[in-house]
């Protein structure tokens, strides 16, 4: 991929507090923006077209795969998610580091294509916890919830893949510590 940024790609199980924290570590950094993914689940209350996410159907992300436009994608949770190729070579080719929020399926088939990028999970400090903070959230359903615990399981299975794991114990402890990585990796 050419350019001269670098891609970030951060996975976490859902509720692990990845979106909070990737939050931060963008008001800290300049030359690094958010991968827009697509996806074909419904708009959360407060979520935007073309800022969260680009919302499309299942159609549109189907003829999307025929014709090679994801640089990486998934089903996750019974829904659709992709990373548009050009999204990433145009961000890069200005000199923007990127970080992509994807799951681990998504993070291994970047892993595969030998990019070089580097890779975080995030874990959450207990199963207890993460459970708990998917309550609180409040945006899901209890089946979603349960599906996303699930989920968790085979996530968590994976971290080894990655080259850092950050625990998000404690929310200013973790974003100093990702901080630090994004500060190491694009200097
Ligand atoms: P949510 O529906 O909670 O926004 O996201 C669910 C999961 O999908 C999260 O683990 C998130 O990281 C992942 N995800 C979001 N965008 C992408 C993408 O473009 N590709 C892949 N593989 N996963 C994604």
């Not at 159609?59 to 014709?67: G, N, P, R, V, W």
């Not at 799951?103 to 993460?130: W, Y």
């Not at 089946?143 to 929310?171: H, T």
Request: contains cysteine; neutral net charge; charged residues 25%.
């Amino acid at each position: 991929m050419p350019g001269t940024g670098k891609l970030f790609v951060i996975s976490a199980p859902s509720g692990a507090g990845k979106t909070t924290l990737i939050r931060k570590v963008l008001t800290r950094f300049k030359n690094l923006s958010y991968s827009i993914s697509h996806t074909t689940r419904s708009p959360r209350e407060n979520e935007k077209d073309g800022i969260d996410y680009f919302f499309i159907n299942q159609d549109e992300f189907e003829q999307k795969i025929a014709l090679d436009h994801w640089l990486e994608w998934a089903k996750v949770h019974d829904n659709f998610y992709g990373t548009s190729k050009s999204f990433i070579k145009n961000s890069l080719g200005k000199g923007q580091s990127l970080i992509l929020d994807i799951d681990v399926q998504g993070a291994g088939q970047i892993m595969a294509l030998g990019l070089d990028i580097v890779s975080i999970f995030i874990m959450p400090p207990s199963f207890e916890i993460l459970s708990q903070r998917l309550e609180k959230r409040g945006t899901d359903t209890k089946e979603v919830i349960a599906r996303r615990l699930e989920n968790a399981k085979s996530e968590i299975a994976c971290k080894d893949l990655f080259q850092y794991v950050v625990v998000n114990d404690n929310l200013d402890k973790a974003t100093e510590e990702l901080c630090l990585i994004f500060k190491k990796e694009m200097a």
